[in-house]
């Protein structure tokens, strides 16, 4: 009499298999246009907000000359391991940011002056994208006639045009964005920055010419593939592109907090205007 173990079992791997491509795969919810609904709190996980390229573990964002290692730099020494960097397996498509010569130099210079440079150090606005994926929720508030996306990062907030008003106004860390539709695929073009902002703690930067486009595509119910690719001929040799999920809060406690840290640098950039300064 034959077994019929083996038909039973590829039965039962193909039932696997079937739920597997299943899960996750939850449907898109919509809008009554029939848009995908991103309304909600999301978030970035994963370590790109450190150093958007592929990095080992180091020792601090700032280190000085050791006497076999590099070590970190005095100012932050007394950190230890809660100033160290974790690694990443980054978020460039391709490896590598294509920097000029020139810009890679000021690169190197930002990595090494991180303490006196990074803007967010001092509470400045982050810039697009370097917001959304910052250790921190945002949340993107959505109809069929309006988008706006608010951080919890020092209470930055983007208006997303649907209709282009025209060249920005004036230059400002988040500049201007306006969006649209592709099918599902929500893009948003971005431009009137600064120049000031940085991508990451890692003193990787842009010029004020950065054009940025940003692409959010769901990935079913809680999940979109988010992807941003920079243009700026003053800075790099050619656009590049970042790519990576963004996860919906599903705790219904979740809310977005309030770090408005201007009142959290006040010592650091007026302290010393003290008649008698804090030692």
Same mark, same amino acid.
């Given at each position: ?10 039965? @039962? ?8 491509r299943?899960? +996750? ?5 919509r809008?009554?246009?029939?848009k ?39 100012? @932050? ?8 960097v ?12 294509p ?27 982050? +810039? @697009? ?6 250790p &921190?929720?945002?949340q %993107? ?5 309006? @988008?706006?996306?608010?951080y ?7 208006e ?7 060249p ?16 599902d ?19 990787? &930067? ?12 769901p990935? +079913? ?19 590049w ?12 406690n979740?809310?977005l +907090? ?13 302290g ?5 300064? %804090?030692?």
């Amino acid at each position: 009499m034959k077994s019929h173990r083996p038909r039973s079992l590829a039965l @039962v791997l193909l039932l696997v298999a079937a739920a597997g491509r299943g899960h +996750g795969q939850a449907p898109v919810p919509r809008l009554a246009s029939g848009k995908p609904d991103f309304n909600g709190l999301w978030q970035a996980l994963g370590n790109a907000h450190w150093d958007l390229e592929a990095h080992e573990a180091r020792a601090a964002l700032q280190l000085q000359p050791g006497q076999v290692i590099p070590v970190p730099a005095s100012p @932050v020494r007394a950190l230890g391991a809660v100033g160290a960097v974790p690694s990443g397996w980054g978020v460039v498509v391709g490896g590598e940011i294509p920097y000029t010569a020139t810009a890679r130099a000021q690169r190197d210079e930002n990595r090494a002056k991180y303490l006196e440079r990074d803007p967010e150090i001092k509470c400045y606005l982050p +810039g @697009v994208p370097r917001a959304t994926y910052q250790p &921190f929720p945002f949340q %993107i508030v959505q109809s069929d006639k309006h @988008v706006m996306m608010v951080y919890e990062y020092a209470g930055a907030v983007r208006e997303i045009y649907l209709a282009d008003p025209g060249p920005a106004e004036v230059d400002s860390w988040m500049g201007q964005s306006v969006g649209r539709w592709v099918a599902d695929t929500f893009v948003v073009e971005s431009t009137g920055f600064n120049g000031s902002a940085w991508f990451d703690r890692a003193g990787n &930067f842009h010029g004020s010419s950065l054009r940025v486009v940003e692409r959010f595509s769901p990935a +079913g119910r809680d999940h979109i593939w988010y992807q941003a690719t920079m243009t700026d001929p003053e800075t790099f040799t050619r656009p590049w592109t970042i790519r990576m999920p963004l996860y919906r809060h599903i705790d219904p406690n979740a809310r977005l +907090g309030q770090f408005k840290c201007v009142e959290f640098v006040e010592e650091l950039m007026y302290g010393h205007l003290r008649k008698k300064p %804090i030692q």
